[in-house]
């Protein structure tokens, strides 16, 4: 499965539709098998989706995201993990051991999936690991 985390200075970017960059991982059975960085050319949510997509990113973990960005990566079937924070290494990890879910890493005033004011979209917090061979660049 390949995997795209937002990223800004190490951590999961705050707001994916402002964030330059992403680290895109390359996961079997719940094993890096590879990853590398890229940037974002473009702020524009169409754009930044057939980016991912053209690089055949099938997963996206972030942190906030616009509705406009958010439905732009789910017409191209990736499936999108918002309102997540944290260390890079730590969110990754968190993923592919399917503990996103648990709440640990979400975003501050993302209280353990309970609604408080903050904006959730379908397949918040699941972290889907699967087999599949490397797909290469």
Sequence with gaps: MRIAFSLWNERIAPVFDVAKHFWIVDAEEGRIIGQTGRRF???????????????QVEQLVCGAITRTSYQALTERGM?????????????????LADRLKDGELNMPGCH???????????????????SEDTKEY
Excluded: W
């Excluded at 353990?112 to 699967?130: D, E, F, L």
């Design 79 to 95: 499936q999108v993990v918002s309102f997540i924070a944290g260390d890079l290494d730590q969110v990754v990890h968190a993923c």
């Design 41 to 55: 050319s473009s702020d524009d949510p169409q754009e930044r989706a057939m980016r991912l997509s053209t690089l």
């Design 112 to 130: 353990r999936g309970k609604r408080h004011g903050a904006r959730r979209y379908p397949g918040r917090n699941s972290c889907v690991t699967m």
